[in-house]
């Protein structure tokens, strides 16, 4: 009986740190990165007051700490704010929404390892909530459920606008859920496992899936298979990385919420805390999405370098502690993809919906699905005789330029009116 | 006739591939990133920025002494070097003043002033700065020239009785003004 009171005990405990005090916290953190990273791209200098008045209390002088308490005043605020419930909408329905946009993003937290296992005294624990043996899937089959929340926020609003915006997240999440889903096969097929934890692990021991320089702690080049790999991996990447910029509504393809065509959006007729939900679920939908990416692509937690085992094996007594720094590789990692996705939302423009339903079903799924192809021919390759190696290539390059020729025979030719 | 067919662009392959263009987006956005962090930013010098961009952070850096030359902050009275108020309360600031701003209740000078030969002087001069926008006619309309718009832009208070300013606070804002002010002479 002791020993599951003190299983569960770990659990809550990792439950409470890594979701509410490491998740949770990133996305205030990530907003405040937002505006004053956006406010460095265009040659402003972001909010950087908000500290503790010191002077208040008769100091000469305040804590500014570079604004990061910014967050804070701005959830205080939103507290602050009148909660409006407008008299025209599904009530039911309009209460829940705001929930189920952030409760999915906050429950994928828990398959994501966040470092290597740390010993104490004997006792070895991995840091992950659950280490569940079909990880991106289980993140797939919840995150996908956020649109829900959306979707309702922007029928219950039962006005015009959220209602566009609600309907479009909605095509939006469908068109590239199946090229999420696809581009990542390739990688799965690589490590032969649906862990997060061993696909964590073999990259650590075997290099990063999009830098593979080292093997068995030793830098040095990969072998031929593994450096062909390398291609299939980064289209892999590049569609994952967009999809997931679709899937969490970042800029490229904001559709749901655009201000200037929808006025807000889903959220339009939504204030006070039920407006920074949806917020919030925003962001930590961005920071789920960059640690599946960094997990899956980039190593995870692993330093690299042939680093990790030595790393790993850091102790003071009985204590191994090389976790915690994996862990904050992890989150370094993580802040600079974030810092990556704020990027591209201050850079690119918002697409048009056609272009961007094309994109997802004309490019990506097609791309997603020759490159699966082309993995397994390059896994398989070692096992294969060259006859059918080649008689596969062809094969795959034959496919591939039909795909690119009904693509291109299908494309909308008809001409512009406007002229 | 005049149906001019205006045809889009073809777009060659790595255009319509877009990423060039997003790899360039990218570097833009992160050459303006790094020179506002260094303080580079265009415009920055001429702005006199605090070092980030091109924002100057106002309660530590002031106009001041960037301010323009024509630069029209609160109006104010002035003196002149004999220490006698110039304003002869004609009240034509008064009557020109768009937003009607100003409030002036004329007095005459008693017989026994020095300045007696001046007959009229204001009793009271209110300018409600609430109210001023600032556009200098009072200024303009001035034969006496007797009220300058100043340099003086910080016109704050926390009640509305004090963004009124009187005579004293007017006078004390607009000190004296040494000489003949040619503001109407030949030259001009």
């Known amino acids: ?419 | 006739m005049a149906i001019v067919k205006l045809q889009r662009p073809k777009l060659n392959f790595g255009e319509k591939i877009y990423f060039g263009a997003l790899i360039k987006g990218f570097f833009l956005t992160m050459s303006h990133a790094i020179k506002t962090l260094r303080g580079k930013s265009v415009g920055a010098e001429s702005l006199a920025s605090s070092g980030l961009g091109i924002t100057m952070q106002f309660p530590e850096q002031r106009w001041d002494e960037h301010m323009p030359e024509y630069y029209r902050g609160a109006p104010a009275l002035v003196t002149d070097e004999q220490g006698r108020e110039r304003c002869v309360s004609c009240q034509l600031c008064e009557f020109i003043c768009p937003p009607k701003a100003i409030k002036i209740t004329p007095s005459e000078i008693p017989s026994d002033d020095p300045w007696a030969k001046v007959e009229k002087r204001p009793l009271e001069f209110d300018i409600d700065m609430i109210r001023c926008i600032y556009c200098g006619m009072c200024e303009e309309v001035c034969p006496e020239q007797a009220i300058y718009l100043r340099k003086d832009y910080l016109i704050t208070g926390l009640k509305r009785a004090d963004m009124v300013h009187d005579k004293k606070k007017l006078y004390e804002i607009g000190g004296t003004r040494v000489g003949l002010v040619n503001k109407w002479n030949e030259l001009k």
Not at chain 1, 45 to 61: H, M
Not at chain 1, 336 to 342: G, P, T, V
Not at chain 1, 394 to 411: D, F, G, M, Q
């Open chain 1, 1 to 419: 009986m002791p020993e599951i009171i003190f299983q569960i005990a770990i659990i809550v405990t990792k439950i409470v740190i890594l979701t509410f005090m490491v998740v949770l916290p990133l996305v205030p953190l990530s907003v405040y990165f937002e505006r004053r990273f956006s406010a460095i791209i265009q040659d402003r200098v972001g909010p950087n007051r908000v500290g503790i008045p010191l002077t208040l209390l008769g100091f000469k002088k305040d804590f500014h700490f570079f604004g990061l308490i910014q967050p804070i005043a701005d959830g205080l605020k939103l507290f602050l704010k009148e909660d409006f419930t407008p008299n025209h909408v599904r009530k039911a329905f309009y209460w829940m929404a705001p929930a189920l946009t952030v409760v999915p993003a906050l429950i994928t937290v828990c398959v994501v390892p966040f470092g290597s296992p740390i010993s104490i005294f004997g006792h070895s624990e991995k840091l992950v909530i659950a280490d569940l043996d079909i990880g991106p899937l289980f993140i797939f089959s919840v995150a996908s459920l956020s649109v829900y929340g959306i979707t309702l926020a922007g029928w219950s609003s039962n006005s015009k606008f959220p209602f566009i915006g609600g309907v479009r997240s909605t095509a939006q999440m469908i068109s590239y859920e199946i090229a999420l889903g696809l581009s990542i096969i390739p990688v799965l097929m690589y490590y032969g496992d649906l862990n997060l934890s061993t696909i964590v692990q073999q990259q650590a021991d075997h290099g990063w899936l999009l830098l593979p320089l080292w093997k068995n702690g030793h830098l040095g080049l990969p072998d031929l298979n593994t450096a062909l790999f390398w291609f299939p991996a980064a289209i892999a990447f590049l569609i994952f990385t967009i999809s997931i910029f679709a899937e969490t509504n970042r800029m490229p393809f904001d559709l749901p919420e655009c201000e200037t065509e929808l006025v807000g959006g889903y959220h339009t007729e939504y204030s006070s805390m039920k407006f920074a939900m949806f917020f919030m679920g925003e962001y930590a939908a961005m920071v789920i999405g960059s640690a599946l990416i960094i997990t899956l692509f980039l190593g995870g937690w692993s330093i690299g370098f042939g680093l990790d085992a030595w790393v790993s094996d850091l102790h003071i007594g009985d204590i191994y502690f090389g976790g915690l720094i994996h862990m904050g590789c992890f989150l370094t990692k993580l802040l600079a993809f974030i810092l990556f996705f704020i990027l591209v939302r201050w850079t690119v423009p918002r697409f048009r919906y056609d272009q961007l339903m094309k994109l997802g079903w004309v490019v990506f799924f097609e791309a997603a699905l020759i490159n699966v192809f082309l993995a397994a021919l390059i896994v398989a390759a070692p096992q294969l005789k060259s006859v059918i190696i080649t008689s596969g290539a062809v094969l795959l390059l034959i496919v591939t330029a039909a795909v690119i020729w009904v693509a291109k025979v299908s494309e909308d030719t008809t001409k512009v009116l406007r002229a």
